[in-house]
């Protein structure tokens, strides 16, 4: 009996050490050193920071519209290449980078904390609305992206900004995981939180666009093993963004995909629900039957493309393609 106490002890002796001697990281931004610039492939940020840079303007020197795009996690900004050109079309300009630890940025793979990622999307859109005085400025996030503009636009002072959209936005927070994955993610990130996974045995389908994945599995940009500590700075991202339902006071359109089989309906409408507690007027939800998680890029983007140009472009009350009136919005309303 006593032996097997002392087993028992010692083995929380050594878990104990490992939890002190390794946490989870985050690399935040340095001094504030600089006011910020845009240059034609550079967003430099307030601590001088290099962000890759993409941006597509429409040959009108008088854009309607302006679209700033974040991607989603491990993915970077070329993900908006094909909306973008569509947009440009439309007399619509469009910007993304790369945010921190993503895509062609410094310390790729690291994560910097949704605080850092926030303050990065303000400055951007200051800059923004100074090259583009007048002109009405949208953010759009897809997934990881959505959810940093969530936190941003509750916790800052944005009346640069015309409107939100979140396009199967990260929701997946604490509360609506499994007791267990939130434990193998904690002991992971207090023990190993260097360990890099890959995902390749989740067997999850991310769109129903083959071809689009295909590239993003060959594309050397996109992260393909992922350190535990930035699926747990993601996780409390996720937190994050879930508690600020309810603080978003500002024209928001929230697309989610039927077929998403990444972030469950059940926090998304958990969020629903809390978003349309305040200003329900100025707030959209979409719900596309065919619809996965990569919306932007799935063989039906285009019906999704054109819901957004008639939402930024004109004050509708229904999306062209009815995706409001889908079931699982009714659902996530009530």
Wanted: aromatic letters at 10%; one cysteine or more.
């Amino acid at each position: 009996m006593l032996k097997r106490k002392k087993s028992v002890q010692i083995l929380f002796f050594f878990a104990a050490t490992l939890v002190t001697g390794c946490m989870p990281v985050i690399h935040p931004q340095g001094a504030k050193i600089y006011q910020g610039e845009i240059k034609e492939q550079e967003f430099v940020t307030a601590d001088r920071v290099k962000l890759p840079l993409r941006q597509w303007l429409p040959a009108s020197k008088n854009p309607a519209a302006v679209i700033i795009a974040l991607h989603g996690f491990n993915d970077y900004s070329s993900f908006f290449q094909k909306p973008a050109e569509y947009f440009q079309k439309q007399n619509i300009a469009s910007y993304a980078y790369d945010m921190r630890g993503f895509g062609g940025s410094e310390n790729r793979g690291l994560w910097a904390g949704h605080q850092t990622y926030s303050e990065d999307l303000n400055l951007f859109t200051q800059l923004i609305a100074e090259k583009h005085p007048n002109v009405p400025i949208y953010l759009l996030g897809e997934s990881m992206g959505g959810a940093v503009i969530i936190v941003t636009a509750a916790g800052m002072k944005m009346p640069q900004v015309a409107g939100i959209i979140l396009a199967a936005p990260a929701l997946w927070s604490r509360e609506f995981m499994p007791w267990y994955q939130t434990s193998l993610l904690w002991l992971l990130s207090y023990t190993m939180p260097w360990l890099t996974l890959t995902g390749e045995s989740v067997g999850v389908v991310a769109s129903d666009n083959i071809e689009r994945l295909r590239a993003l599995g060959r594309d050397p940009l996109v992260i393909k093993e992922t350190r535990v500590e930035a699926v747990h700075g993601l996780t409390d991202l996720m937190d994050e963004a879930m508690a600020k339902a309810e603080s978003l006071n500002i024209k928001t359109l929230l697309l989610y995909g039927e077929k998403d089989e990444l972030i469950p309906l059940e926090p998304t409408a958990h969020f629903i629900n809390n978003l349309l507690r305040q200003d329900k007027e100025q707030k959209m939800i979409g719900c596309y039957k065919n619809g996965y998680h990569l919306l932007l890029h799935d063989l039906q983007a285009s019906l999704v493309w054109q819901d957004l140009k008639s939402w930024i472009i004109s004050d509708i009350k229904s999306l062209p393609s009815g995706a409001e009136k889908r079931p699982a919005c009714l659902l996530a309303k009530k």
